[in-house]
């Protein structure tokens, strides 16, 4: 189920992104995928769910990260654990 | 051919490109390389840390072009370094840096790495900045130790801070024979020596005494600066992991969960090397555990030589991987 988008919390995803996969944010579109087009891995899966866990302060399952292989992937399983709202 | 810095080997065996804002360097693995016999016994692997001291030995080659004959390049920060393939031998490691000056200092140059494999798949990416010394710069090198002999003095704030670097007079509570137990490492690349304080699940005291006798003081030229001398920033990182191991392994086998695998060192973020170690110093590791997750554990921590903080690690990921093919180095 796709949610409603927090551009905020967007940009804030986009920039965690970009600095574990070396990036420019603005490379990082909300449906580039991490591995196709960024050069992403398990290790840097891990670093990104470690790093978003650690802002929100929330945990979200390992069983997770095949679901979050976009930006718009990851912001729609962050705002499933955070409880965000639309 | 002799160094004017110590390494752990000859990183670069070939150079292509160098021009102002980029240089493209080459490396072949080769098993018989030094300090590769230890990492690890039954098969070899480059270290992820000898990957950053390709890119490190690729800028110096680069200042040396275009920053005169004597120039010299020393690793201050990394941003970011990151290992996504293994390197075995028979691989080619193609280096290839872009290098930026800062509009603040003119001393400080900023380089993107990006690092492939002879099959064109990434091995490692790196952000790093390096402080470039002119040969007759006065600026002195991290953590140079003053003409006069004496250590140079705390930052205001104090970089001492009480109990963080303890004098440990009390017998360590794994000796080398237990830390050999641990670790996959051997010599000359098991960079830990003893541990002297181990909380499962939280922090890890490390030591590691630095000698002159060690691989990466072989094949130095004569009458070099005492900067010359610094312990390679790779090794540095690498003894800083291997502590960050033992603790992890050790937490692992505390809570009756093992870990088994080969380690990898998946990729070290917001580090500050301020200092260095010379011979006759030891290197104290300080590891916390930030995080565990599966198979992966995130640390960090800081380094201590001689009573002085010389670098801080934001981050550290290692992991263990069932199979080598999966594996990062």
Same mark, same amino acid.
Request: aromatic share 4%; hydrophobic share 45%; proline share 7%.
């Given at each position: 189920?796709?949610?409603?988008?927090?551009?905020?919390?967007?940009?804030?995803?986009?920039?965690?992104?970009?600095?574990?996969?070396?990036?420019?944010?603005?490379?990082?579109?909300?449906?580039?995928?991490?591995?196709?087009?960024?050069?992403?891995?398990?290790?840097?899966?891990?670093?990104?769910?470690?790093?978003?866990?650690?802002?929100?302060?929330?945990?979200?399952?390992?069983?997770?990260?095949?679901?979050?292989?976009?930006?718009?992937?990851?912001?729609?399983?962050?705002?499933?654990?955070?409880?965000?709202?639309? | 051919?002799?160094?004017?810095?110590?390494?752990?080997?000859?990183?670069?065996?070939?150079?292509?490109?160098?021009?102002?804002?980029?240089?493209?360097?080459?490396?072949?693995?080769?098993?018989?390389?030094?300090?590769?016999?230890?990492?690890?016994?039954?098969?070899?692997?480059?270290?992820?840390?000898?990957?950053?001291?390709?890119?490190?030995?690729?800028?110096?080659?680069?200042?040396?072009?275009?920053?005169?004959?004597?120039?010299?390049?020393?690793?201050?920060?990394?941003?970011?370094?990151?290992?996504?393939?293994?390197?075995?031998?028979?691989?080619?490691?193609?280096?290839?840096?872009?290098?930026?000056?800062?509009?603040?200092?003119?001393?400080?140059?900023?380089?993107?790495?990006?690092?492939?494999?002879?099959?064109?798949?990434?091995?490692?990416?790196?952000?790093?900045?390096?402080?470039?010394?002119?040969?007759?710069?006065? @600026? $002195? =090198? /991290? #953590?140079?130790?003053? %003409?006069? !002999?004496? +250590? &140079? @003095? $705390? =930052? /205001? #704030?104090?970089?001492? %801070?009480? !109990?963080? +670097? &303890?004098?440990?007079?009390?017998?360590?509570?794994?000796?080398?024979?237990?830390?050999?137990?641990?670790?996959?490492?051997?010599?000359?690349?098991?960079?830990?020596?003893?541990?002297?304080?181990?909380?499962?699940?939280?922090?890890?005291?490390?030591?590691?005494?630095?000698?002159?006798?060690?691989?990466?003081?072989?094949?130095?030229?004569?009458?070099?600066?005492?900067?010359?001398?610094?312990?390679?920033?790779?090794?540095?990182?690498?003894?800083?992991?291997?502590?960050?191991?033992?603790?992890?392994?050790?937490?692992?086998?505390?809570?009756?969960?093992?870990?088994?695998?080969?380690?990898?060192?998946?990729?070290?973020?917001?580090?500050?090397?301020?200092?260095?170690?010379?011979?006759?110093?030891?290197?104290?590791?300080?590891?916390?555990?930030?995080?565990?997750?599966?198979?992966?554990?995130?640390?960090?921590?800081?380094?201590?030589?001689?009573?002085?903080?010389?670098?801080?690690?934001?981050?550290?990921?290692?992991?263990?991987?069932?199979?080598?093919?999966?594996?990062?180095?």
């Amino acid at each position: 189920m796709s949610q409603a988008v927090n551009a905020d919390h967007l940009d804030e995803l986009r920039e965690i992104v970009a600095e574990v996969l070396e990036v420019e944010p603005e490379e990082i579109t909300e449906t580039s995928s991490f591995v196709e087009e960024h050069e992403a891995d398990s290790l840097r899966a891990i670093e990104i769910l470690a790093r978003i866990e650690k802002k929100y302060g929330i945990d979200i399952p390992q069983s997770e990260l095949p679901n979050m292989g976009n930006l718009r992937a990851v912001h729609d399983v962050v705002a499933q654990h955070a409880g965000w709202q639309a | 051919m002799s160094r004017r810095f110590a390494a752990p080997l000859t990183a670069v065996d070939r150079v292509g490109t160098c021009t102002a804002t980029r240089v493209e360097a080459v490396k072949e693995i080769v098993a018989d390389d030094p300090y590769l016999a230890g990492h690890y016994p039954d098969f070899t692997i480059y270290p992820g840390v000898f990957t950053l001291e390709s890119v490190h030995q690729a800028v110096r080659l680069w200042a040396r072009e275009h920053r005169g004959g004597g120039a010299t390049a020393d690793l201050v920060r990394i941003d970011s370094l990151s290992f996504a393939a293994p390197l075995l031998p028979g691989d080619t490691l193609h280096i290839g840096c872009d290098v930026a000056g800062d509009a603040d200092d003119p001393h400080l140059v900023r380089v993107r790495a990006r690092c492939t494999r002879g099959d064109g798949t990434l091995a490692a990416r790196a952000t790093l900045g390096l402080r470039i010394r002119e040969e007759g710069d006065s @600026a $002195p =090198a /991290p #953590g140079a130790v003053p %003409a006069s !002999g004496t +250590a &140079p @003095a $705390p =930052a /205001p #704030g104090g970089t001492r %801070a009480p !109990g963080a +670097a &303890p004098v440990l007079d009390h017998a360590p509570v794994l000796d080398h024979a237990a830390v050999r137990r641990v670790l996959p490492h051997r010599h000359p690349v098991l960079l830990v020596d003893e541990v002297a304080e181990l909380v499962p699940g939280e922090h890890v005291v490390a030591t590691k005494a630095v000698a002159g006798s060690e691989p990466c003081y072989a094949d130095l030229a004569e009458d070099l600066p005492g900067s010359a001398y610094a312990y390679p920033a790779s090794l540095l990182v690498e003894s800083f992991g291997q502590s960050g191991a033992v603790l992890w392994l050790r937490t692992a086998e505390a809570a009756g969960t093992p870990v088994r695998g080969t380690l990898v060192f998946g990729s070290a973020r917001d580090v500050s090397i301020t200092g260095s170690a010379r011979p006759g110093q030891v290197l104290r590791h300080v590891v916390r555990i930030d995080r565990t997750i599966g198979d992966n554990v995130l640390m960090e921590g800081e380094i201590w030589a001689g009573g002085e903080r010389i670098a801080t690690v934001g981050s550290v990921l290692a992991a263990v991987r069932g199979g080598l093919s999966a594996a990062a180095p």
